[in-house]
């Protein structure tokens, strides 16, 4: 089992920039496939980026893709999403998530951290 806590949300303006990061403790965190997820009010929860147990592989949403960069370092047990070029329509709950599997649906993560707010002004 793995707990996850996500940091480094706030408000920004929009064309800004943030960095997120995601805490895990417990075992085994390089066997993880490692996901970030976003949801806005009235909104389903939407994939954003993945990241493979060695972090040699990434996949974007198109909607991030060129803005967002998803990392990870495993000996300090973390997982990054660098978010430049902010959109007001990039306000959500960040969420952090972690799979044995990984792909982009959220039922395929089995651990969830407990989101940090981004907030885009225009």
């Known amino acids: 089992q793995v707990q996850l806590v996500e940091s480094g949300g706030g408000l920004v303006q929009a064309g800004g920039s943030l960095r997120l990061s995601c805490a895990a403790s417990?075992?085994?965190?390089?066997?993880?496939?490692m996901g970030w997820f976003r949801q806005a009010p009235g909104k389903e929860r939407e994939f954003v980026a993945t990241i493979v147990q060695n972090g040699g592989s990434t996949y974007s949403a198109d909607s991030v893709k060129g803005r967002f960069t998803i990392s990870r370092d495993n000996a300090k047990n973390t997982v990054y999403l660098q978010m430049n070029s902010l959109k007001p329509e990039d306000t959500a709950v960040y969420y952090c998530?972690?799979?044995?599997?990984?792909?982009?649906?959220?039922?395929?993560?089995?651990?969830w951290g407990q989101g940090t707010q981004v907030t885009v002004s225009s």
């Open positions: 417990g075992r085994s965190f390089s066997n993880y496939v």
């Open positions: 998530a972690a799979s044995w599997s990984g792909g982009i649906r959220v039922d395929a993560y089995d651990y």
